[in-house]
T-cell receptor, first 116, second 111 residues
């Protein structure tokens, strides 16, 4: 079974640009969440999606947005990039709706964003 | 704000040593506490603890949760160089995927 797949793995942008990151969850997983990881702040929750609906949102500005498609794939977008947005963006999926599991999240390898 | 504090932030030991990593928190209304290992990119799941006093074990790793004193520990015995990683503790809240992470403990095992 393929794991969580994130693309692109690395990207470099300049301030003011926007970026879209993609995440394909493990087959059969309907819940997807996004996290930002920086050396200073650690891992911080961005948003959570289930069945194309945002269920929970972290404490990030409106420049950070996301969506989920009917096949459970998810994208997140960051507009008007700032230097501080440089981070590793991790996507995670989890089985839900009565499926067996420990409740753990399965993480992808992440997208490393550098803003110059 | 929900807070999870891990200690130490960094730890360097020799192969074969036993280490204890700590995770303390300031909230009580969480569903479970999870431990993850992050070597390069993707954190990988180690344990999920929901009940106080019940030890979870997997090989040389074990973990326990104390809901009264609001902390958890992760023990690694007979450490190996492959145990070198950042160990993350997180709280999961009821009905949500949202995890609140601690800042992690960077463990380095020297041969």
């Amino acid at each position: 079974k393929a794991g969580v797949t994130q693309t692109p793995r690395y990207l470099i942008k300049t301030r003011g640009q926007q970026v879209t990151l993609s995440c394909s969850p493990i087959s059969g997983h309907r819940s997807v969440s996004w996290y930002q990881q920086t050396p200073g702040q650690g891992l911080q929750f961005l948003f959570e999606y289930f069945s194309e609906t945002q269920r929970n949102k972290g404490n990030f500005p409106g420049r950070f947005s996301g969506r989920q498609f009917s096949n459970s794939r998810s994208e997140m977008n960051v507009s008007t990039l700032e230097l501080g947005d440089s981070a590793l963006y991790l996507c995670a999926s989890r089985p839900s709706g009565g499926q067996k599991g420990t409740g753990e999240l399965f993480f992808g390898e992440g997208s490393r964003l550098t803003v110059l | 704000e929900d807070k999870v504090v891990q200690s130490p932030l960094s730890l360097v030991v020799h192969e074969g040593d036993t280490v204890t990593l700590n995770c303390s928190y300031e909230v009580t209304n969480f569903r479970s506490l999870l431990w993850y290992k992050q070597e390069k990119k993707a954190p990988t799941f180690l344990f999920m603890l929901t009940s106080s006093g019940i030890e979870k074990k997997s090989g040389r790793l074990s973990s326990i949760l104390d809901k009264k004193e609001l902390f958890s520990i992760l023990n690694i015995t007979a450490t190996q160089t492959g145990d070198s990683a950042v160990y993350l503790c997180a709280l999961r809240f009821q009905g949500a995927q949202k995890l609140v992470f601690g800042q992690g403990t960077r463990l380095t095992i020297n041969p």
